[in-house]
């Protein structure tokens, strides 16, 4: 049984960073695309960032390039999400993903139905 269990969330500042941490429990990362997605209230869940072959493909959505860094440790079996420049847009549940659809390309992964497992999220409030 595959588990993702989210954390690094909390209340920020516009401007401030965040780095949000995924654990994978049941499997290998290494044998996964890992990703990132959020939900804002009242929005849909949206595509954040993915990883993909370690870290030899990877995506991020217009929002977030720039000012978020996805990467993954083979050892820690975790994937994180750097955040810097903290907007409160940014605002949102953040959710860890993972698929064992590795040979799809990204751009094709924007969508929640394209990935197998799910954590329960962390809470990133951007507030002054």
């Known amino acids: 049984q595959v588990q993702l269990v989210e954390s690094g969330g909390g209340s920020v500042q516009p401007g401030g960073s965040l780095r949000l941490s995924c654990v994978v429990s049941?499997?290998?990362?290494?044998?996964?695309?890992m990703g990132w997605f959020r939900q804002a209230p009242g929005k849909e869940r949206e595509f954040v960032a993915a990883?993909?072959?370690?870290?030899?493909?990877?995506r991020y959505s217009d929002s977030v390039k720039g000012r978020f860094t996805i990467s993954r440790d083979i050892g820690q079996n975790a994937v994180f999400l750097q955040m810097n420049s903290l907007k409160p847009e940014d605002t949102a549940v953040y959710y860890c993903?993972?698929?064992?659809?590795?040979?799809?390309?990204?751009?094709?992964?924007?969508?929640?139905?394209?990935?197998?497992?799910w954590g329960l999220g962390t809470q990133v409030t951007v507030s002054s």
């Open positions: 990883a993909a072959f370690g870290e030899s493909f990877i």
């Open positions: 993903a993972a698929t064992t659809d590795v040979t799809r390309p990204l751009e094709t992964m924007q969508s929640q139905s394209m990935w197998n497992y």
């Open positions: 049941g499997g290998s990362i290494s044998h996964y695309t």
